[in-house]
């Protein structure tokens, strides 16, 4: 069910259906900006350009082409030097929402809480039962 919204880049109500984030107007633009940087990364000599080349050669802003990046509209393997930030640290990544380095020192985090999660375990069940008693008295 649609539902009333504010567009984020112009301020006019659209109905929001949950398929685009801007009014009507608005994702046209969007479009027409969009054809502009890919016709612009198609000529070959382009295909390797920076992001500053990018945005100084078509006039778009760096955020919209971040967010053609992030949902599969340009693709890094064919643009190599095109990516989005990191959602931890900001790093540009081209894969999933972290960058190969927060996702490692997540798993690193993830692997020492479970080691120390299965020590404090064994040492639970080690306690379990073991009581001395001195039947000598």
């Keep these: 069910m649609a539902e009333i ?3 984020p880049q112009c301020g006019d109500f659209f ?25 612009f990364l198609r ?3 382009n295909r390797a ?3 500053e080349r990018i945005v100084e050669a078509t006039g778009v802003n760096e955020s919209l082409i971040h967010k053609w990046v992030r949902k599969g509209r340009l693709h890094p393997a064919t643009f190599p030097n ?14 999933g929402k972290l960058c190969s380095k927060c996702q490692d020192e997540i798993k690193s985090d993830l692997r020492t809480f479970e080691a120390a999660k299965e020590f404090r375990d064994n040492i639970a069940k080690g306690e379990k039962g073991t009581y001395l008693s001195d039947r000598n008295k």
Excluded: F, W
């Excluded at 949950?18 to 940087?37: D, F, I, P, S, T």
């Excluded at 095109?82 to 894969?95: M, V």
């Design 5 to 7: 919204k504010n567009c």
């Design 15 to 39: 109905n929001y259906t949950g398929l685009r984030e801007v009014c009507h107007k608005c994702a046209q633009n969007e479009e027409e900006m969009y054809q502009v940087v890919y016709k």
């Design 43 to 45: 000529k070959r000599e």
């Design 49 to 51: 350009a920076t992001m």
């Design 82 to 95: 095109l990516g989005y930030p990191c959602d931890n640290c900001g790093h540009i990544t081209n894969t």
